[in-house]
């Protein structure tokens, strides 16, 4: 016994550093994890984030401010019309304006639609990380219906460049609410195909139960938003705490989570689709008739027949083109809630036709700055589902 | 002598087609035709001869082709030796455990004396357990020498999860030995004649014990630590390519068709069909004469065996696609915690169930 003691003592043993990534299936999002591991157990790690910088701050200064919108698409690329719908807005509150009532609501439609895919693919990748690939493609199939709704709307499936400044490129299509209607009957069945593969599945619930716990405080102390904030119990959304758009006028829930680890941020979300579902049914009963565009020449381009055939539309037109839309000077922060927490946009306006400072908060980046408290001591399989579930967005965290 | 050699050879070329040359490339499809059933997709289609695709059944021939072209890299500073050792000594007990199998029973043909295994070992499953403790070589190996951290990481972990599997799978099958009284699996198919008597009414739990234990050992999903692939890339055989590579794939698979075997050999009346004897068979194809009769009931019993093999297979398969990955600690923590003494168990309930029965 002694002998085994003194030479278990005398054993040399080192730490093993290994890069996770940038290119390493856990890693989708491109971010790097130095890790610094103990046998199996993490004794520290370090993220490197930026492989996905793309210097989206200092392109919107060289744009116009409608020229910017494109750019927000690839931010969170996973819900592209939350980004679009939050610049529009901080634009908007700069001016001092308020986009018509349907227009307002179809931004709200949109936006729950998106935030459901969002929600539905970091599940799958999430399932899919630890194993459980047949729950990938479940959602993945339910995302796809989604996605067809929003082909239908904006003529493009990921980056959809679909909300303008005072308005939108155009109005809903013709049965867009019975196809609504179609697409989430099928989503609520895969739900529940779902459900029932995942949330009493004793394995998936061993792999996720008490990781990547995160208490209340400490949440806060952290900045994080959103579901994985709402997962440690705290109710803050920003769609309730500061309501914009119409959700004032929307009946929907907060979940809330109580000990804030993954499992919780699983089960926040779940049932955040299908409040979203609620909100976006609720929206498509009330909304009204109306214009689409604010009615202003300055702000919103007049129909192609205007243009074209009436010249002080011509010259409002080429000029909106050319110089782009003089807010007027000054700043401010607007923000919305995001499908991973509070995606803010600080904009500075010197009252010409160019943003001077366009800077977005994205709501990943201080979850993936809490990847270190939350991983250390812990196993490295348990960096997965942690990683999944605070859904990190390399578009939007690296800019 | 020379139809004694006759009739081996004949066996071992049938066994060799069917594991190697049947299972191995088919099971590759069968997989991912299942997985695209159970997941709403429609599956690997799209490799064709002249147009001919019938349901993607030519991807394994496509798949041969690729993987014969690939370049076969060897990463630097890996030990070239053992590396290239790695997935032989992991296929070659895939292929060897089937030896022992019997896959259909006893039968006079002319006058010879047939028995439809391909060595009758009278300690079987001690065989089978010997090569199946072999193939941890070579993951360990494959792990180690490709210079990898990863790779190092699941080697270890496939050496600790079949080393622990192994205990507690080894003492699960004592408990079919004290039913049947032999380790000898043709004589433990024989006695499964008996619909009553299949394993899996003798030792209910000894086979969801074996089940578990067996897919561990197998290293495949909900156990798929060692090759874990949002975790450690792919394990092991990260830096693996071409035919290495696909040895090692071979050989999951032929664990498959190995385990499916095992079980139905155990625990599901090996080669018979439900109420029917080997007596009823011979004597429903007695019109055929006595070598007629025997070479049907063969082929019988040879076609009831595979098809129990392939409903295995299927579960398996199933189980795979259904299940998220244990971690690590949780993997061994149900091998010692609750395998094991589950086990012993077992073993403790068999043993009073026979004295008071005797």
Known sequence: MDIMTDSAKNLHTEKMVINMGPSHPVTHGTVKFTVTLDGETIDDLKVDIGYLHRGFEKMCENGTWEQVMPYTDRLNYVSPLINNVGYAL??????????????????????EMARICDHYTNIAAGAMEVGAMTVFLYFVEARDLLWDLLEEVCGARVTANYVRIGGLKNDLPEGFAAGVARAFKTCRELWVDVDKLLTKNRIFIDRMRDVGTMPAQEAIAHGFTGPCLRASGVPYDVRKAQPYLVYDRMDFEIPVGETGDNFDRYLVRMEEINQSMRIVEQALAKMPAGPINL???????????????????????????TEGIKPPAGEIYSAVEGAN?????????????????????????????????????????DIVPTFDMINMIGGECDR | ????????????????????????????????KQSALMQDRVGANRANILNFKIIGLFHPIADAVKVLTKEDFIPEGADKFFHTLAPFISLTPAIVTFAVIPFGGNYELWGHSVKLVIADLDVGMLF??????????????????????????????????????????GLTLIGVFMVYGSLRLTDIGMIQENFFRWGIFMQPLGFILFLTCAIAENKRAPFDQPEAESELVAGYFTEYSSMKFVMFWMGEFLEIVTISG???TLFFGAWHLPFVTDQMLLSWFSPAGPNGAAILAMIVNVLVFFLKV???????????????????????????????????????????VLLVWK
């Open chain 1, 90 to 111: 901080a634009v908007e509150k700069l001016f001092g304006l308020q986009a018509p009532e349907r227009c307002q609501y179809i931004r709200v439609i949109l936006s």
């Open chain 1, 295 to 321: 009615d202003m020449p300055g702000m919103r381009w007049q129909s192609k027949d205007d243009t074209y055939s009436r010249i002080e539309s011509l010259i409002t037109h080429f000029k909106t083109i």
């Open chain 1, 341 to 381: 927490g509070e995606l803010g946009f600080y904009l500075v306006s010197d009252g010409s036709g160019k943003p001077v400072k366009c800077r977005v908060r994205p709501p990943c980046f201080p979850l993936t700055a809490a990847m270190p408290r939350m991983m250390r001591g812990r196993l490295i399989a």
């Open chain 2, 1 to 32: 002598m020379i139809a004694d050699l006759t009739e081996t050879i004949i066996k071992i070329l049938f066994i060799f087609s069917i594991n190697v040359g049947f299972y191995s490339p088919i099971l590759g499809w069968v997989e991912r």
């Open chain 2, 128 to 169: 089978i357990f010997a090569f199946a403790s072999l193939s941890t070589y070579g993951v360990v190996l494959g792990g180690w020498s490709s210079n990898n951290n990863w790779s190092l990481l699941g080697g270890l972990r496939a050496s600790a999860q079949m080393l622990s599997y192994e205990v507690a799978m």
């Open chain 2, 262 to 264: 095992i079980v139905t």
């Open chain 2, 310 to 352: 392939s409903f295995f297979i299927w579960l398996l398969m199933t189980i795979r696609w259904t299940l998220p990955r244990f971690r690590y600690d949780q993997v061994m923590r149900l091998g010692w915690k609750m395998m094991l003494p589950l086990a012993l168990l077992n073993i403790f309930i068999t043993g009073i």
